[in-house]
């Protein structure tokens, strides 16, 4: 029981790696606070199989492109569990678009729903963690893409980039606390977002080919890591990038 008695903040996670995240969590002994954007609806299925398992989680309304939704995504942590432990920062969107089609709105939007979130949620986790007398840990979903460019899909690129200096500094000013700031990377991840890739056999040979592992990742692969870096066994790790993509950035070139 990595997590048992943890709280833990999963943004996005009622889909894809954010809601393996929530399983594996609850898994661990985690009470959880998930987000949903509209209607409490979204997240029901979730919260039904982590109780099913024996955890708790809740449900809460909130974009996490605004600073004052993410907060009452850490007071909701406070509210029902008492505390805060640790904040995932997974919720994200792409647009796939070029740097010559990119407009305004689609930047705008990219940065704040991926960046923006994982900036604030990370200061407002930090302050919490403050005010309950330091440690905790921020761990941010970002991308091989924070360091490795991928033509096509440029502001979700800069968003990951930006994410990748946010960890590592946010990593250095918050050690005095004992507050680590981490960021997992994964490569290709069967969910939602690939659905056009995992419906075309010859994109799959194409992605599969460049992986040294040979295949895309479960979810459940990545979630793994974001606990481990959640639970006291990740405690030396800060302010650096753990890779979870089956070794796609040193094995291949320009996919
Ligand atoms: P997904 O589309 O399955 O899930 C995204 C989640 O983000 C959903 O729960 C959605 O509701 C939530 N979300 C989107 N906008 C939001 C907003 N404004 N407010 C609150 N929640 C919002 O995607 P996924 O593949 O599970 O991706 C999760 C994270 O992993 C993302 O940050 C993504 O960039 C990263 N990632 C995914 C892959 C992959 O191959 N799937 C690879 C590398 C990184």
């Known amino acids: 029981m990595l997590l048992k008695d943890k709280t833990l903040i999963v943004t996005g996670g009622n889909s894809g790696i954010g809601e393996a995240i929530v399983l594996a969590a609850a898994a661990e002994?985690?009470?959880i606070v998930i987000d949903y954007i509209v209607h409490p609806d979204e997240?029901?299925?979730?919260?039904a199989k982590v109780e099913k398992a024996g955890g708790q989680a809740v449900g809460v309304k909130a974009d996490v492109s605004k600073v004052a939704d993410l907060k009452e995504l850490v007071d909701a942590a406070v509210a029902n569990f008492g505390r805060l432990d640790a904040m995932v920062n997974n919720a994200g969107i792409e647009t796939r678009t070029s740097v010559l089609e990119t407009t305004e709105e689609d930047y705008q939007k990219v940065i704040d729903v991926n960046l923006k979130s994982a900036f604030f949620g990370t200061q407002l986790a930090a302050k919490q963690f403050i005010k309950q007398g330091g440690g905790g840990s921020v761990v941010n979903v970002s991308s091989v893409h924070e360091d490795w460019p991928?033509?096509?899909?440029?502001?979700y690129c800069v968003s990951k980039?930006?994410?990748?200096?946010?960890?590592?500094?946010?990593g250095v000013e918050l050690g005095?606390?004992?507050i680590r700031v981490v960021n997992v990377g994964?490569?290709?991840v069967a969910t939602p977002i690939n659905q056009s890739t995992m419906d075309d056999p010859e994109k799959m040979k194409t992605l599969n080919d460049a992986i040294p592992l040979g295949r895309m990742a479960q979810p459940e692969e990545v979630a793994d890591v974001v606990v481990f870096l959640a639970s006291d066994k990740g405690k030396y790790v800060?302010?650096?990038t753990l890779f979870a993509d089956g070794g796609l950035m040193q094995g291949s070139v320009g996919l």
């Open 161 to 170: 980039g930006g994410t990748r200096m946010l960890t590592r500094t946010a």
């Open 29 to 31: 002994g985690a009470n």
């Open 238 to 240: 800060t302010a650096t």
């Open 176 to 178: 005095e606390h004992n």
């Open 43 to 47: 997240t029901k299925d979730v919260i």
């Open 150 to 155: 991928m033509p096509g899909n440029i502001a």
């Open 186 to 188: 994964p490569g290709a």
